[in-house]
């Protein structure tokens, strides 16, 4: 966007601006002065925006919010035909960061260390999104105490290679998609047909 006379910028660009510093350095770099530095404009612009510096971090965790748990929930009602299929449509959360972002997961889980009101939401939304587990697969007919057991296994071994830096962004492609069908019937004890792994491959073509 063109900077003229007066231009106090977006609610948008300094929220973008805070995620970028973030996913940089950590929620300490997350502050007013910084980040009017960074994009050249002064604090009037940001409190033009903001009332304060929590409700641009207030910001922040509602993105988190609404890209990762908000995104997951829906994948796990998107339609398929087994629940090989459904964790197959799951792992695209994994390999997309538009619809989960996963440098942003683990900032948040950082962030969480030394906010305990952020490590109540983080909470939360770690039941939330076991529970969409759980439902897609009780909906393919798993009694309950195995498709939780089963839920828990998908959501903790990814927040794990998140945690490690071992997947999304952290690591090639071409791998990771190697054993994503492997993982798909591992995780369901159901073999993905060959067509179901073609049309997920075909979501992620190799550059």
Do not use: C
Request: proline fraction near 4%; aromatic fraction near 12%.
């Amino acid at each position: 966007m063109e900077k003229t006379s007066g231009w106090r910028g977006t609610r948008e660009i300094w929220i973008n601006a805070a995620y970028e510093a973030l996913l940089e350095s950590g929620i300490d770099a997350v502050k007013v002065m910084p980040l009017a530095d960074r994009l050249g404009l002064s604090r009037t612009s940001f409190y033009g925006h903001f009332s304060d510096r929590d409700d641009l971090l207030n910001a922040l965790i509602t993105l988190w919010q609404a890209k990762n748990t908000g995104n997951l929930i829906k994948r796990t009602e998107d339609y398929a035909e087994t629940i090989a299929e459904a964790i197959l449509n799951i792992f695209d959360l994994w390999l997309l960061p538009d619809l989960f972002d996963s440098r942003l997961e683990f900032a948040v889980r950082n962030w969480a260390h030394t906010d305990r009101e952020l490590a109540r939401m983080l909470d939360e939304a770690d039941i939330v999104r076991v529970e969409a587990f759980q439902a897609m697969f009780e909906r393919f007919g798993y009694e309950t105490q195995y498709a939780n057991i089963r839920a828990n296994t998908v959501y903790q071994t990814q927040i794990g290679y998140i945690s490690m830096k071992k997947d999304g962004p952290f690591e090639p492609l071409e791998p990771r998609l190697k054993r994503m069908p492997l993982y798909a019937e591992i995780f369901s004890g159901r073999k993905p047909t060959e067509a179901e792994i073609a049309r997920f491959l075909a979501r992620h073509p190799l550059p």
